[in-house]
């Protein structure tokens, strides 16, 4: 039994009791007592998050950051959607807004289906958008009130969005939906590649990218971390990098299992097939302040993050500069909200005074509030 966890979660039910009221006049008083055996019965039978490794969250400034393609897993959401009406509905809507069971995918497979990026896109969205909601409805606060900034990582840039208000959830699970089509339609499989050089800073990277550019399309896809950068282009052009890299001394050079070159020219239709569907989509100016992938600066103006999106699908991801950039505006906490924890290990690679935790389960969940 997790007696640890269940007097926290004792500790924050009698915290959300305002005094002198009855039910009837405070429904936080009255959502409480509801979800009281469901919070104490997660915490005794339920993990534990490590908050214990945590120093004291509610006195710094915090991102909020959303992973990527390579996050998902199947099972992902499920535990929160039998724990959570907010998750619940997040779910539902996103099922709703594509016309199909996409939770049903996502909580039970097969993850041949869910690694379709068609598939993928969304399903991470709606996951780390589900935590969005849930924290807002369990800790009875807005998530600007929460976060001083955002950012995500690729498609994580979408969930970022929704996050600050920015685009809806229903828009933004379509927006994947499309993202994720247009993206797999734009270079027949097989014809592109992608390839990580771990252990290459980013100069190294752009010498090997622009001698390899002369069999094909080469690019850098995505700047990680130091020593670790992705590049995606033409099958060719990327055998050829990766040959060239381990002949200067990169410690690993690996083809990336993915089904299409992402965030290079060769998605040039895709950016043109995402222009026309962004046209038409709503983008109020968010609440939080959105570091975009392809500027790795805090952007607010609405016509602006609709261009960069669209950019965004031919560029890199800039995501080693996001985080400084987070870093220099006094961020001391990035919450990877959603699946996995590729951002905290990255996190650490940047910066390492930098706090990073994942708030995806159950229990990270109620041990972050």
């Given at each position: 039994m997790n007696v640890k966890y269940a007097k926290v979660a004792t500790n924050k039910l009698f915290a959300a009791l305002p005094r002198r009221r009855t039910i009837q006049d405070c429904p936080r008083r009255a959502r409480a007592l509801d979800r009281a055996p469901r919070l104490v019965n997660l915490c005794l039978h339920g993990e534990s998050a490590g908050r214990e490794n945590w120093k004291d969250l509610d006195n710094v400034r915090r991102a909020f950051v959303f992973p990527g393609q390579g996050s998902q897993k199947v099972g992902m959401g499920a535990d929160l959607a039998?724990?959570?009406?907010?998750?619940?509905?997040?779910?539902?809507?996103?099922?709703?807004?594509?016309?199909?069971?996409?939770?049903?995918?996502?909580?039970?497979?097969?993850?041949?289906?869910?690694?379709?990026?068609?598939?993928?896109?969304?399903?991470?969205?709606?996951?780390?958008?589900a935590v969005v909601r849930v924290i807002e409805d369990e800790g009875d606060q807005s998530f600007a009130d929460m976060a001083d900034a955002v950012a995500g990582h690729s498609l994580g840039e979408y969930s970022?969005?929704?996050?600050?208000?920015?685009?809806?959830?229903?828009?933004?699970?379509?927006?994947?939906?499309?993202?994720?089509?247009?993206?797999?339609?734009?270079?027949?499989?097989?014809?592109?590649?992608?390839?990580?050089?771990?252990?290459?800073?980013?100069?190294?990277?752009?010498?090997?990218?622009?001698?390899a550019s002369v069999l094909g399309v080469c690019a850098l896809a995505n700047d990680n971390a130091p020593g670790q950068v992705v590049l995606s282009g033409a099958k060719p052009a990327i055998d050829r990098a990766v040959v060239l890299a381990k002949e200067k001394g990169v410690r690993k050079a690996v083809f990336l299992p993915v089904s299409a070159p992402f965030h290079c020219p060769l998605m040039g239709s895709a950016a043109n097939i995402m222009a026309e569907a962004l046209a038409d989509v709503a983008i109020a100016p968010p609440t939080v302040p959105v570091f975009a992938n392809v500027s790795a600066e805090a952007e607010t103006e609405p016509e602006r993050i609709?261009?960069?999106?669209?950019?965004?699908?031919?560029?890199?991801?800039?995501w080693r500069e996001c985080v400084g950039a987070m870093r220099a505006v006094g961020v001391e906490l990035l919450v990877e909200a959603g699946a996995g924890s590729v951002l905290k290990g990255l996190t650490k690679r940047i910066d390492k005074d930098l706090q990073a935790v994942t708030v995806g389960s159950t229990a990270e969940i109620l041990s972050f509030l």
């Open positions: 039998s724990a959570f009406p907010a998750a619940r509905g997040v779910f539902e809507m996103v099922d709703e807004a594509l016309g199909e069971r996409l939770s049903n995918i996502m909580f039970e497979g097969p993850d041949e289906e869910l690694r379709l990026t068609k598939n993928t896109q969304p399903a991470l969205m709606a996951m780390s958008m970022a969005l929704a996050a600050a208000g920015a685009i809806s959830l229903v828009d933004a699970a379509r927006l994947l939906r499309r993202r994720g089509e247009a993206m797999q339609e734009a270079v027949p499989v097989g014809e592109g590649a992608m390839a990580a050089l771990l252990g290459a800073e980013i100069t190294l990277a752009e010498e090997i990218v622009e001698a609709r261009k960069l999106l669209v950019d965004q699908v031919t560029e890199m991801v800039r």
